[in-house]
Protein backbone atom coordinates (compact mmCIF):
# COMPACT_ATOMS: atom_id res chain seq x y z
CA UNK A 1 0.00 0.00 0.00
CA UNK A 2 3.01 2.22 0.82
CA UNK A 3 4.76 1.52 -2.53
CA UNK A 4 5.51 3.78 -5.34
CA UNK A 5 2.06 3.38 -8.12
CA UNK A 6 3.79 1.36 -10.69
CA UNK A 7 2.08 2.74 -13.39
CA UNK A 8 3.56 6.39 -12.81
CA UNK A 9 7.23 4.09 -12.22
CA UNK A 10 9.22 6.01 -14.96
CA UNK A 11 12.58 4.90 -13.23
CA UNK A 12 11.76 1.18 -14.06
CA UNK A 13 12.48 -0.95 -17.29
CA UNK A 14 10.31 -3.64 -16.58
CA UNK A 15 6.42 -4.79 -17.18
CA UNK A 16 4.23 -3.56 -14.34
CA UNK A 17 1.25 -4.61 -16.80
CA UNK A 18 -0.80 -7.33 -18.35
CA UNK A 19 -4.08 -7.72 -19.32
CA UNK A 20 -6.61 -10.21 -17.61
CA UNK A 21 -6.36 -13.56 -19.94
CA UNK A 22 -2.45 -13.37 -19.04
CA UNK A 23 -2.95 -12.28 -15.35
CA UNK A 24 -5.59 -15.71 -15.40
CA UNK A 25 -2.64 -18.27 -17.15
CA UNK A 26 -0.04 -16.71 -14.48
CA UNK A 27 -2.07 -17.70 -11.97
CA UNK A 28 -2.74 -21.22 -13.50
CA UNK A 29 1.22 -21.61 -14.32
CA UNK A 30 2.56 -20.35 -10.89
CA UNK A 31 2.97 -24.03 -9.89
CA UNK A 32 5.48 -24.84 -13.38
CA UNK A 33 9.14 -25.14 -12.21
CA UNK A 34 11.28 -24.47 -15.22
CA UNK A 35 13.81 -27.31 -14.51
CA UNK A 36 11.38 -30.31 -14.33
CA UNK A 37 11.48 -30.42 -18.53
CA UNK A 38 10.75 -34.13 -17.90
CA UNK A 39 7.71 -33.47 -15.75
CA UNK A 40 6.61 -30.29 -18.08
CA UNK A 41 7.58 -30.96 -21.80
CA UNK A 42 4.89 -28.81 -23.04
CA UNK A 43 6.29 -25.92 -20.67
CA UNK A 44 9.97 -27.33 -22.28
CA UNK A 45 9.08 -27.23 -25.74
CA UNK A 46 7.24 -23.43 -25.07
CA UNK A 47 10.77 -22.33 -23.76
CA UNK A 48 12.35 -23.68 -26.87
CA UNK A 49 9.79 -21.59 -29.00
CA UNK A 50 10.15 -18.58 -27.61
CA UNK A 51 14.21 -18.76 -28.18
CA UNK A 52 13.77 -20.03 -31.64
CA UNK A 53 11.28 -16.95 -32.42
CA UNK A 54 14.53 -14.52 -30.84
CA UNK A 55 16.98 -16.37 -32.76
CA UNK A 56 14.96 -15.91 -36.32
CA UNK A 57 14.17 -12.13 -35.42
CA UNK A 58 17.70 -11.28 -34.68
CA UNK A 59 18.58 -12.65 -38.07
CA UNK A 60 20.28 -16.18 -36.47
CA UNK A 61 21.65 -17.50 -40.14
CA UNK A 62 19.95 -20.59 -39.27
CA UNK A 63 17.51 -20.84 -36.23
CA UNK A 64 18.04 -25.06 -35.89
CA UNK A 65 21.89 -23.83 -35.73
CA UNK A 66 21.45 -21.54 -32.91
CA UNK A 67 21.23 -22.38 -29.43
CA UNK A 68 18.96 -20.31 -26.40
CA UNK A 69 17.50 -20.46 -23.14
CA UNK A 70 15.20 -18.39 -20.77
CA UNK A 71 17.24 -17.08 -17.81
CA UNK A 72 16.39 -15.12 -15.00
CA UNK A 73 16.29 -11.30 -16.39
CA UNK A 74 19.24 -9.75 -18.09
CA UNK A 75 21.89 -10.11 -15.66
CA UNK A 76 21.65 -14.12 -15.89
CA UNK A 77 21.78 -13.91 -19.42
CA UNK A 78 24.78 -11.41 -19.20
CA UNK A 79 26.13 -13.86 -17.15
CA UNK A 80 26.07 -16.74 -19.80
CA UNK A 81 27.44 -15.06 -22.38
CA UNK A 82 30.07 -13.78 -20.56
CA UNK A 83 31.11 -17.22 -19.06
CA UNK A 84 30.98 -18.92 -22.45
CA UNK A 85 33.55 -15.94 -23.50
CA UNK A 86 35.58 -16.66 -21.02
CA UNK A 87 35.09 -20.89 -21.65
CA UNK A 88 35.69 -20.75 -25.23
CA UNK A 89 38.87 -18.20 -24.41
CA UNK A 90 40.20 -20.83 -21.93
CA UNK A 91 39.78 -23.78 -24.43
CA UNK A 92 41.70 -21.45 -27.12
CA UNK A 93 44.48 -20.34 -24.77
CA UNK A 94 44.89 -23.83 -23.76
CA UNK A 95 45.02 -25.19 -27.34
CA UNK A 96 47.97 -23.08 -27.81
CA UNK A 97 49.75 -23.24 -24.87
CA UNK A 98 48.87 -20.33 -23.56
CA UNK A 99 48.67 -19.00 -19.64
CA UNK A 100 44.97 -18.55 -18.71
CA UNK A 101 45.74 -16.35 -15.93
CA UNK A 102 44.28 -12.96 -17.02
CA UNK A 103 41.34 -12.92 -19.01
CA UNK A 104 39.78 -9.36 -19.79
CA UNK A 105 36.33 -8.16 -20.48
CA UNK A 106 35.87 -4.63 -22.78
CA UNK A 107 33.07 -2.66 -22.13
CA UNK A 108 31.76 0.99 -21.63
CA UNK A 109 31.78 2.57 -18.05
CA UNK A 110 27.76 2.99 -18.40
CA UNK A 111 27.81 -0.57 -18.13
CA UNK A 112 24.51 -2.29 -16.20
CA UNK A 113 26.08 -3.55 -12.80
CA UNK A 114 25.52 -6.91 -14.12
CA UNK A 115 28.92 -7.09 -15.96
CA UNK A 116 30.53 -5.37 -12.78
CA UNK A 117 29.04 -8.54 -11.12
CA UNK A 118 30.39 -11.22 -13.69
CA UNK A 119 33.52 -9.66 -13.49
CA UNK A 120 33.52 -9.71 -9.95
CA UNK A 121 32.57 -13.02 -9.36
CA UNK A 122 34.36 -14.82 -11.96
CA UNK A 123 37.51 -13.48 -11.72
CA UNK A 124 37.77 -11.53 -15.14
CA UNK A 125 39.31 -8.24 -15.35
CA UNK A 126 36.66 -5.46 -16.04
CA UNK A 127 38.27 -2.75 -18.96
CA UNK A 128 36.23 0.05 -19.27
CA UNK A 129 36.23 2.52 -21.78
CA UNK A 130 34.67 5.82 -20.04
CA UNK A 131 32.55 7.43 -22.18
CA UNK A 132 32.86 11.35 -22.45
CA UNK A 133 31.48 14.71 -24.11
CA UNK A 134 32.64 13.47 -27.20
CA UNK A 135 31.83 9.76 -27.08
CA UNK A 136 28.94 9.50 -25.62
CA UNK A 137 29.10 5.65 -25.55
CA UNK A 138 31.08 2.91 -26.31
CA UNK A 139 31.55 3.78 -30.53
CA UNK A 140 34.91 1.91 -31.17
CA UNK A 141 37.46 5.20 -30.46
CA UNK A 142 40.46 3.89 -29.46
CA UNK A 143 39.54 0.00 -28.37
CA UNK A 144 42.57 -1.11 -29.69
CA UNK A 145 44.33 0.50 -26.75
CA UNK A 146 41.79 -1.77 -24.12
CA UNK A 147 42.10 -5.03 -26.34
CA UNK A 148 44.80 -7.33 -26.18
CA UNK A 149 45.50 -11.40 -26.01
CA UNK A 150 43.71 -11.95 -22.83
CA UNK A 151 40.41 -10.35 -23.86
CA UNK A 152 37.73 -12.44 -23.92
CA UNK A 153 35.07 -10.71 -25.49
CA UNK A 154 33.60 -6.86 -26.03
CA UNK A 155 30.18 -5.96 -24.42
CA UNK A 156 28.17 -3.60 -26.56
CA UNK A 157 25.12 -2.31 -25.32
CA UNK A 158 21.43 -1.76 -27.28
CA UNK A 159 19.93 0.60 -25.27
CA UNK A 160 22.55 2.33 -22.73
CA UNK A 161 20.71 2.39 -19.21
CA UNK A 162 21.75 5.68 -17.97
CA UNK A 163 20.47 6.90 -21.25
CA UNK A 164 18.78 4.72 -23.36
CA UNK A 165 21.55 5.35 -26.40
CA UNK A 166 22.33 2.62 -28.57
CA UNK A 167 25.97 1.77 -29.00
CA UNK A 168 26.71 1.08 -33.01
CA UNK A 169 27.39 -2.43 -32.84
CA UNK A 170 27.89 -2.46 -36.06
CA UNK A 171 30.66 -0.04 -35.99
CA UNK A 172 32.58 -1.42 -32.89
CA UNK A 173 32.48 -4.51 -35.26
CA UNK A 174 34.11 -2.88 -37.80
CA UNK A 175 36.70 -1.44 -35.74
CA UNK A 176 37.41 -5.38 -34.28
CA UNK A 177 37.76 -6.15 -37.60
CA UNK A 178 40.13 -3.87 -38.43
CA UNK A 179 42.12 -4.63 -35.17
CA UNK A 180 41.85 -8.62 -36.16
CA UNK A 181 43.76 -7.50 -39.46
CA UNK A 182 46.50 -5.88 -37.88
CA UNK A 183 47.04 -7.66 -34.78
CA UNK A 184 45.57 -11.69 -35.87
CA UNK A 185 43.17 -11.04 -32.69
CA UNK A 186 40.16 -12.56 -33.19
CA UNK A 187 37.90 -11.29 -30.54
CA UNK A 188 33.81 -11.56 -30.52
CA UNK A 189 31.10 -9.47 -29.04
CA UNK A 190 28.44 -9.91 -27.14
CA UNK A 191 25.27 -7.82 -27.58
CA UNK A 192 23.39 -6.63 -24.24
CA UNK A 193 20.10 -5.84 -25.70
CA UNK A 194 18.29 -5.98 -22.35
CA UNK A 195 15.65 -3.27 -23.78
CA UNK A 196 16.99 -2.36 -27.37
CA UNK A 197 16.70 -5.99 -28.44
CA UNK A 198 12.86 -5.97 -27.78
CA UNK A 199 12.88 -2.63 -29.54
CA UNK A 200 14.92 -2.35 -33.07
CA UNK A 201 13.72 -5.38 -34.48
CA UNK A 202 10.05 -3.85 -34.88
CA UNK A 203 11.08 0.09 -35.29
CA UNK A 204 14.42 0.00 -36.47
CA UNK A 205 14.64 -2.92 -38.59
CA UNK A 206 17.21 -1.55 -40.78
CA UNK A 207 19.33 -1.05 -38.09
CA UNK A 208 22.24 -3.58 -38.40
CA UNK A 209 23.14 -4.87 -34.89
CA UNK A 210 22.72 -8.55 -34.63
CA UNK A 211 23.67 -11.74 -35.72
CA UNK A 212 23.55 -9.92 -39.26
CA UNK A 213 27.31 -9.26 -37.90
CA UNK A 214 29.54 -12.56 -37.60
CA UNK A 215 31.54 -10.85 -34.87
CA UNK A 216 27.82 -10.97 -33.06
CA UNK A 217 28.08 -14.43 -31.02
CA UNK A 218 25.70 -13.72 -28.55
CA UNK A 219 22.65 -11.55 -27.49
CA UNK A 220 20.66 -11.16 -24.25
CA UNK A 221 17.18 -9.51 -23.25
CA UNK A 222 14.82 -9.28 -20.90
CA UNK A 223 11.70 -10.60 -21.36
CA UNK A 224 10.42 -8.45 -18.59
CA UNK A 225 11.34 -5.15 -19.89
CA UNK A 226 10.26 -4.70 -23.66
CA UNK A 227 9.39 -8.27 -23.51
CA UNK A 228 6.03 -6.85 -21.86
CA UNK A 229 6.28 -9.42 -19.29
CA UNK A 230 5.97 -9.64 -15.43
CA UNK A 231 9.38 -9.61 -13.70
CA UNK A 232 11.62 -12.88 -14.00
CA UNK A 233 12.69 -13.73 -17.23
CA UNK A 234 15.51 -13.20 -19.73
CA UNK A 235 16.93 -14.83 -22.82
CA UNK A 236 20.47 -15.32 -24.29
CA UNK A 237 20.84 -17.13 -27.99
CA UNK A 238 24.23 -18.09 -29.17
CA UNK A 239 24.28 -17.66 -32.92
CA UNK A 240 25.78 -20.75 -33.82
CA UNK A 241 25.84 -23.83 -30.98
CA UNK A 242 29.68 -24.12 -31.56
CA UNK A 243 29.87 -20.33 -29.39
CA UNK A 244 28.47 -22.17 -26.10
CA UNK A 245 31.08 -24.74 -25.40
CA UNK A 246 29.87 -28.11 -24.65
CA UNK A 247 31.72 -28.67 -21.54
CA UNK A 248 29.37 -25.47 -19.88
CA UNK A 249 26.63 -27.24 -20.21
CA UNK A 250 25.16 -29.86 -17.44
CA UNK A 251 23.19 -33.28 -18.30
CA UNK A 252 21.34 -34.44 -15.38
CA UNK A 253 18.92 -37.12 -14.97
CA UNK A 254 17.67 -37.37 -11.07
CA UNK A 255 14.61 -35.85 -12.85
CA UNK A 256 13.87 -38.54 -15.75
CA UNK A 257 14.99 -37.90 -19.26
CA UNK A 258 18.44 -36.52 -19.78
CA UNK A 259 17.95 -32.69 -19.55
CA UNK A 260 20.85 -30.33 -21.08
CA UNK A 261 21.03 -27.13 -18.63
CA UNK A 262 23.47 -24.23 -18.83
CA UNK A 263 21.84 -21.66 -16.41
CA UNK A 264 22.81 -20.31 -12.84
CA UNK A 265 20.24 -21.70 -10.57
CA UNK A 266 18.28 -24.93 -11.07
CA UNK A 267 14.73 -24.27 -9.89
CA UNK A 268 13.04 -21.55 -10.78
CA UNK A 269 9.58 -20.54 -12.64
CA UNK A 270 7.92 -21.93 -15.77
CA UNK A 271 5.25 -19.09 -15.79
CA UNK A 272 6.83 -16.13 -17.16
CA UNK A 273 8.27 -18.31 -19.65
CA UNK A 274 4.18 -19.36 -21.06
CA UNK A 275 3.62 -15.58 -20.31
CA UNK A 276 6.06 -14.49 -23.01
CA UNK A 277 5.02 -17.65 -25.69
CA UNK A 278 1.28 -16.11 -24.96
CA UNK A 279 2.16 -12.55 -25.91
CA UNK A 280 3.87 -13.49 -28.78
CA UNK A 281 1.62 -15.15 -30.07
CA UNK A 282 -1.20 -12.93 -28.86
CA UNK A 283 0.55 -9.56 -30.14
CA UNK A 284 2.94 -11.14 -32.71
CA UNK A 285 5.02 -8.98 -34.78
CA UNK A 286 2.89 -6.46 -35.49
CA UNK A 287 1.38 -6.08 -32.47
CA UNK A 288 4.95 -5.55 -30.75
CA UNK A 289 5.63 -3.10 -33.56
CA UNK A 290 2.56 -0.86 -32.67
CA UNK A 291 3.62 -1.07 -29.24
CA UNK A 292 7.25 -0.11 -29.70
CA UNK A 293 6.41 2.69 -31.73
CA UNK A 294 3.66 4.21 -29.65
CA UNK A 295 5.82 3.83 -26.75
CA UNK A 296 8.59 6.21 -28.98
CA UNK A 297 5.74 8.34 -30.07
CA UNK A 298 5.62 9.54 -26.21
CA UNK A 299 9.09 9.39 -25.82
CA UNK A 300 9.53 11.95 -28.55
CA UNK A 301 6.60 14.35 -26.94
CA UNK A 302 7.87 14.20 -23.75
CA UNK A 303 11.43 14.88 -24.93
CA UNK A 304 10.53 17.48 -27.36
CA UNK A 305 7.93 19.06 -24.81
CA UNK A 306 11.36 19.14 -22.22
CA UNK A 307 13.59 20.19 -24.86
CA UNK A 308 11.35 23.79 -25.02
CA UNK A 309 11.56 24.20 -21.51
CA UNK A 310 14.00 27.15 -20.56
CA UNK A 311 16.17 25.60 -17.87
CA UNK A 312 16.67 21.86 -19.44
CA UNK A 313 19.47 20.50 -22.11
CA UNK A 314 18.65 16.68 -23.25
CA UNK A 315 21.33 14.15 -23.31
CA UNK A 316 19.59 12.15 -26.14
CA UNK A 317 15.38 12.29 -27.31
CA UNK A 318 14.27 8.59 -27.11
CA UNK A 319 14.29 8.04 -30.08
CA UNK A 320 16.64 4.83 -29.49
CA UNK A 321 14.79 2.78 -27.32
CA UNK A 322 12.47 5.15 -25.81
CA UNK A 323 13.92 6.01 -23.21
CA UNK A 324 16.09 9.85 -22.62
CA UNK A 325 18.00 11.91 -20.39
CA UNK A 326 18.22 15.49 -19.73
CA UNK A 327 20.75 17.57 -17.84
CA UNK A 328 20.02 21.21 -16.36
CA UNK A 329 21.29 24.19 -18.24
CA UNK A 330 24.71 24.65 -17.10
CA UNK A 331 24.11 28.38 -15.03
CA UNK A 332 21.04 28.30 -15.29
CA UNK A 333 20.18 28.39 -11.67
CA UNK A 334 21.69 27.78 -7.97
CA UNK A 335 18.35 27.31 -5.99
CA UNK A 336 17.41 24.15 -7.23
CA UNK A 337 18.58 21.01 -9.07
CA UNK A 338 16.83 17.28 -10.67
CA UNK A 339 17.34 15.68 -7.44
CA UNK A 340 15.09 18.70 -6.15
CA UNK A 341 12.82 18.36 -9.48
CA UNK A 342 13.11 14.69 -8.80
CA UNK A 343 11.46 15.23 -5.16
CA UNK A 344 8.62 17.54 -6.15
CA UNK A 345 7.30 15.22 -8.68
CA UNK A 346 7.45 12.19 -6.33
CA UNK A 347 4.86 14.66 -4.69
CA UNK A 348 2.73 14.26 -7.36
CA UNK A 349 3.37 10.42 -7.32
CA UNK A 350 5.71 10.44 -10.67
CA UNK A 351 8.81 8.31 -9.76
CA UNK A 352 11.70 10.31 -12.07
CA UNK A 353 14.85 9.37 -10.93
CA UNK A 354 17.96 11.70 -11.12
CA UNK A 355 21.65 10.07 -10.60
CA UNK A 356 25.49 11.22 -11.82
CA UNK A 357 26.46 9.55 -14.76
CA UNK A 358 29.43 7.10 -14.96
CA UNK A 359 33.34 8.09 -15.88
CA UNK A 360 34.59 10.04 -17.09
CA UNK A 361 30.99 12.47 -16.61
CA UNK A 362 30.32 11.83 -12.75
CA UNK A 363 29.82 15.23 -12.48
CA UNK A 364 26.97 15.21 -14.53
CA UNK A 365 23.91 14.67 -13.15
CA UNK A 366 20.79 13.68 -15.42
CA UNK A 367 16.98 12.80 -14.83
CA UNK A 368 15.41 10.02 -16.91
CA UNK A 369 12.57 8.84 -18.01
CA UNK A 370 11.74 5.43 -19.29
CA UNK A 371 8.38 5.23 -21.28
CA UNK A 372 6.52 2.26 -21.59
CA UNK A 373 3.12 0.46 -22.42
CA UNK A 374 0.87 2.25 -19.88
CA UNK A 375 1.98 5.81 -19.85
CA UNK A 376 -0.51 7.42 -22.50
CA UNK A 377 -0.21 10.19 -24.66
CA UNK A 378 -2.79 11.97 -22.06
CA UNK A 379 -0.35 10.61 -18.91
CA UNK A 380 2.90 12.22 -20.60
CA UNK A 381 0.76 15.55 -20.93
CA UNK A 382 -0.20 15.76 -17.54
CA UNK A 383 3.73 15.00 -16.49
CA UNK A 384 4.48 17.67 -18.75
CA UNK A 385 2.52 20.26 -16.86
CA UNK A 386 4.05 18.69 -13.56
CA UNK A 387 7.29 19.59 -14.40
C1 LIG B 1 21.69 -2.73 -20.45
C2 LIG B 1 21.21 -3.59 -19.31
N1 LIG B 1 21.77 -4.79 -19.12
C3 LIG B 1 21.37 -5.61 -18.11
C4 LIG B 1 20.37 -5.24 -17.25
C5 LIG B 1 19.96 -6.18 -16.15
O1 LIG B 1 18.68 -6.64 -16.44
P1 LIG B 1 17.73 -7.47 -15.46
O2 LIG B 1 17.13 -6.47 -14.56
O3 LIG B 1 16.76 -8.08 -16.42
O4 LIG B 1 18.56 -8.49 -14.76
C6 LIG B 1 19.75 -3.99 -17.42
C7 LIG B 1 18.68 -3.55 -16.49
O5 LIG B 1 18.29 -2.42 -16.47
C8 LIG B 1 20.18 -3.16 -18.48
O6 LIG B 1 19.61 -1.95 -18.69
Known amino acids: MLDGNARLNLATFVGTWMDEHADRLYAESFDKNMIDKDEYPRTAAIETNCW ?3 ADLWHAPSADGAIGTST ?4 EACMLGGLAFKRNWQNARRAAGKSTDKPNLVMSSAVQVCWEKFCNYWDVEARYVPI ?3 HKVLDGYELEKYVDENTIGVVAILGVTY ?5 PVQQIAAKLDEIQEKTGLDIPLHVDGASGAMIAPFIQPDLVWDFRLERVHSISTSGHKYGGVYPGVGWVVWREEKWL ?3 LVF ?11 FALNFSRPGAQIILQYYLFLRDGFEGYREIQQN ?11 IAKLPAFELWNDGSDIPVFAWQLKPGHTKNWNLYHLSDRLRMKGWLVPAYPMPDNLTDLTVQRIVVRNGLSMDLAAELLADI
Open 52 to 54: LML
Open 72 to 75: TGSS
Open 132 to 134: TDE
Open 163 to 167: TGMYE
Open 245 to 247: PED
Open 251 to 261: KVSYLGGEMPT
Open 295 to 305: NQDVALFLSSG
